[in-house]
């Protein structure tokens, strides 16, 4: 018989409809976690079909607690916003040169973020920026005169939630080495605005299950009692 690997012994001892609080289950995710501090990571799982326009579900939330990971931000800008870009903190600031840069396969950002001025520049890296989900969008924030508070937002714990095909959103919210209570107010954070954000078209219960699990660590169900809403 195969060796059973650690991973596998972990969630063979693991009972897989047991329901967890979030507290619990971040005491069972840091008893077997590994020797990297792993990201924490939420899965909920949404009666919605995101094939349908009334059914789509995305936006945009500021965990409190941070996410205790490096954003990288560029900034499509000019003058005055350029500067005020980069005083926030931006990684890539520029116009027409950045687009060249990102047309040359230069993609390696977390968020990207325009001036509306800046759109017609933008518009063109429609089929660059648009498979990696950083086309920058008014409704998302990332389209805006307000550069400087748009930077300071996605580098301070913003993060973009988006339901995928199967009706699924993943998200991080932070790191293990996190205490408790701040990972329990980064969960609240984004489940909060996942129900808020509940589009016209879902019919029937609309948060069916939730999941906390680690890069490394089993999925663990949360009590629904533990998402407001839900």
Do not use: C, W
């Amino acid at each position: 018989m195969a060796k059973q690997t650690k991973n596998q012994q972990v969630r063979a001892k693991l009972d897989s409809e047991k329901l967890y609080t979030v507290e619990e289950a971040l005491a069972t995710l840091r008893e077997h976690k590994s020797k990297f501090d792993e990201t924490v990571e939420v899965a909920m799982n949404l009666g919605v079909d995101p094939r349908h326009a009334d059914q789509m579900v995305r936006g945009m939330v500021s965990l409190p607690s941070g996410t205790g990971k490096d954003v990288k931000v560029a900034v499509f800008a000019k003058g005055d916003n350029a500067e005020k870009a980069l005083a926030a903190g931006a990684d890539k600031v520029g116009a027409e040169d950045l687009m060249e840069d990102m047309q040359n396969g230069n993609l390696d950002y977390d968020r990207v973020i325009a001036t509306p001025d800046m759109m017609g520049v933008v518009g063109r890296l429609g089929k660059v920026l648009g498979p990696k989900g950083l086309m920058p969008n008014p409704k998302l924030g990332t389209v805006t005169p307000n550069v400087e508070q748009a930077v300071k937002d996605a580098k301070g714990g913003q993060v973009e939630f988006r339901v995928e095909k199967q009706g699924i959103i993943h998200s991080g919210i932070g790191k293990l080495s996190f205490k408790d209570e701040d990972l329990k107010t980064n969960f609240k954070a984004l489940t909060d605005a996942i129900v808020k954000a509940k589009p016209s078209g879902a019919k029937g219960k609309y948060v069916r299950k939730v999941t906390l699990t680690s890069s490394m660590g089993p999925g663990l169900k949360v009590d629904l009692g533990e998402v407001e809403g839900a």
